[in-house]
């Protein structure tokens, strides 16, 4: 009888473990978070990318315009959830995280997170050229028991592709949208409107209380707009003046704004409630 001699086992190399460790960063070997291949439809994304399926409930927050105060938005609902992660999309270049957090928790090659008071904050750490570059996120360090997304890129640009932002952005059960209370902000509103017609929105508009709003601001309000205030779905978030001028940092946020984040999140978690008694 032949015996064979088994040869000498191949060396693992530098690259083949540093993949290994990503797709562990990924969850792609956790329980219950096996990713999903998911086929690319837009032009310039890779072939197929890997889908995100976490355990917690996500809500995206949407800014209808650069400047438009969703970062601390995103923040702010997290703190009105508890135990919540905010995970910041944008590029590192454009990150409104770098400051909010009041201890640093170590950072992947792909993410660093942050933590204040009960909330986890996750920000990219390397500059991304658009919405299908996003990193997958990470397995939260703790149990969570919501993950708001900080949606940054432009809307129609992120709607149009298949990245696994873009599909739990079309399949939140609730979007927020985030503008100012001006008539390009108000504009850019029934934009996003339009975009997200088959969805439900609640929309935050960051600026003095309407009442105050300047003449005519109110007489720019579109016809999807004006149906979503006739719903109770348009919630005034009043400017601070010192969180305007220093922008978000480790400080506590103001009063009116957890008050104005906490309705929006009623509202999103009352979606998502009525969602799973018709499902």
């Known amino acids: 009888m032949t015996t064979t001699t088994p040869g000498p086992r191949r060396a693992v190399s530098t690259d083949e473990l540093k993949r290994a460790w990503l797709a562990v960063q990924a969850g792609q070997f956790r329980r219950g978070g096996h990713p999903r291949r998911v086929t690319s439809r837009a032009a310039g994304t890779s072939t197929s990318e890997v889908g995100w399926e976490p355990a917690e409930p996500v809500l995206p927050v949407i800014g209808c315009h650069g400047g438009a105060g969703a970062t601390t938005v995103a923040v702010a609902v997290a703190t009105a959830a508890g135990a919540a992660r905010v995970i910041e999309c944008a590029t590192a270049t454009a990150s409104g995280l770098a400051a909010a957090a009041t201890a640093e928790l170590g950072h992947t090659s792909s993410w660093s997170e942050g933590r204040r008071d009960r909330v986890l904050l996750e920000r990219i750490t390397a500059n991304v050229a658009g919405p299908q570059d996003v990193p997958l996120p990470t397995?939260?360090?703790?149990?969570?028991?919501?993950?708001?997304?900080?949606?940054?890129?432009?809307?129609?640009?992120?709607?149009?592709?298949?990245?696994?932002?873009?599909?739990q952005v079309?399949?939140?059960?609730?979007?927020?949208?985030v503008t100012s209370a001006t008539v390009p902000g108000l504009r850019r509103l029934e934009g996003a409107?339009?975009?997200?017609?088959?969805?439900e929105v609640v929309a935050g508009v960051v600026g003095p209380r309407r009442a105050r709003?300047?003449?005519?601001?109110?007489?720019?309000?579109?016809?999807?707009?004006?149906?979503?205030?006739?719903?109770?779905?348009?919630?005034e978030i009043p400017t601070d003046p010192g969180l305007a001028a220093r922008g978000l940092d480790s400080q506590p946020l103001p009063p009116a704004l957890l008050s104005a984040a906490a309705t929006l999140l009623?509202?999103?978690q009352a979606d998502t409630h009525e969602k799973d008694l018709t499902s």
């Not at 309000?221 to 779905?233: I, Q, Y």
């Open 213 to 235: 709003w300047p003449r005519g601001i109110a007489a720019t309000l579109g016809p999807r707009t004006r149906e979503l205030d006739l719903r109770g779905r348009l919630v």
């Open 170 to 177: 079309r399949r939140a059960a609730t979007v927020i949208a």
């Open 266 to 268: 009623r509202l999103a």
């Open 139 to 167: 397995a939260p360090t703790r149990p969570v028991g919501l993950s708001v997304l900080d949606v940054s890129w432009e809307l129609s640009e992120l709607l149009a592709g298949s990245s696994w932002l873009a599909e």
């Open 193 to 199: 409107l339009a975009l997200l017609q088959s969805m």
